[in-house]
T-cell receptor, first 110, second 114 residues
Framework: GQNIDQPTEMTATEGAIVQINCTYQ??????LFWYQQHAGEAPTFLSYNVLDGLEEKGRFSSFLSRSKGYSYLLLKELQMKDSASYLCAVVGSGYNKLIFGAGTRLAVHP | DAEITQSPRHKITETGRQVTLACHQTWNHNNMFWYRQDLGHGLRLIHYSYGVQDTNKGEVSDGYSVSRSNTEDLPLTLESAASSQTSVYFC?????????????FGQGTRLTVV
């Protein structure tokens, strides 16, 4: 079977750093995506990892360890607008077919 | 600008009716996907297509069908709507390539079955 796990909710303070973890067990692996979704809106792409290591893009970074079936999304210098759900998605054995975790709802407080 | 649009944005229908949700993309992407999103479940894959005349079942395909007669459109049909199909539906498209590619999502259709 396929399983992708993320914490359901997290809270953090404006200006701080938060790490959102994702663990996965899938048949095959062809990449891991992170998406951001504000309430009532469509998911939007944040990052993509296919090789082990850290990918940095501005305030957001994403890390992947394929041997551990583990990824995290790191958000630095948190802003109020970062309050959203963060979705971890894996491409398993199916070509370009994203399998999503349930998402982590992040609340950023002043 | 290229985009992906869904219609309608909101729909209320009665149990047992046939309903079709439209998805149109101007990215010229070969890959198109339909997901439903429910609290506690995240996005679950209903059907997907890798090109014209190609359709495949996802993890929650029962009660749904799709057809792909051109590159731009992948309509989703609920054959006989049930209350369990009340959900938010998202269409997505992505480019073909040797590596996995970013999916672009439509704005979603909120469907209520009463």
């Amino acid at each position: 079977g396929q399983n992708i796990d993320q914490p359901t909710e997290m809270t953090a303070t404006e200006g701080a750093i938060v790490q959102i973890n994702c663990t996965y067990q899938t048949s095959g692996f062809n990449g891991l995506f992170w998406y951001q979704q504000h309430a009532g809106e469509a998911p939007t792409f944040l990052s993509y990892n296919v090789l082990d290591g850290l990918e940095e893009k501005g305030r957001f970074s994403s890390f992947l360890s394929r041997s551990k079936g583990y990824s995290y999304l790191l958000l630095k210098e948190l802003q109020m607008k970062d309050s959203a759900s963060y979705l971890c998605a894996v491409v398993g054995s199916g070509y370009n077919k994203l399998i999503f975790g349930a998402g982590t709802r992040l609340a950023v407080h002043p | 600008d290229a985009e992906i649009t869904q219609s309608p944005r909101h729909k209320i229908t009665e149990t047992g009716r046939q309903v079709t949700l439209a998805c149109h993309q101007t990215w010229n992407h070969n890959n198109m996907f339909w997901y439903r999103q429910d609290l506690g479940h995240g996005l679950r894959l209903i059907h997907y297509s890798y090109g014209v005349q190609d359709t495949n079942k996802g993890e929650v395909s029962d009660g749904y069908s799709v057809s792909r007669s051109n590159t731009e459109d992948l309509p989703l049909t609920l054959e006989s709507a049930a209350s369990s199909q009340t959900s938010v539906y998202f269409c997505a498209s992505s480019e073909s390539g040797l590596e996995s590619t970013e999916a672009f999502f439509g704005q979603g259709t909120r469907l209520t079955v009463v």
